[in-house]
């Protein structure tokens, strides 16, 4: 997945994969990670969450715009991509999650977009990164 500006997150829970998954998959959990409104707009094709499950997410006073999951591999695997509404070109995101050997779940989380304004994506990415990196621990699990 080529994208020119990257986000890294990282973060451990104390629950287990299976625990920390449902709370990801679950498009009305993520509001507090994003500092978004998330409502669900389609569940997926063959899962509530699963691929195809579309979520609107609406950040302060800037457009609404769709995410649709495009992998979900229950306890280890979140993929999912921008889909409509957008400046954001290209953008995918990828949540790996881990056990850990005293039973929690070690999350890496990756996002990749690019935006045609020039330093506008790294602009953005330190947005996501700081917003992110302080809102994932909301989610508790």
Known sequence: ????Q???VTHTFT???ATVFAK????ENLGPIFGAKITRVKDGDTS???PGSTRRLKIGPLP???ETTTVSEPHTLIEYAITHGSPLKGHWGRQI???TPE???FLDYTIGFDLPVPGAAGLIGRVLQKNISKGIGRLAP
Do not use: I, K, Y
């Open 97 to 99: 999650l881990t056990p």
């Open 48 to 50: 509530r969450n699963g």
């Open 103 to 105: 039973g929690g779940t």
């Open 1 to 4: 997945m080529a994208s020119p």
């Open 24 to 27: 990801l998959s679950e498009h």
């Open 6 to 8: 990257r986000v890294h």
């Open 15 to 17: 629950s287990d994969p």
């Open 64 to 66: 609404a715009f769709q």
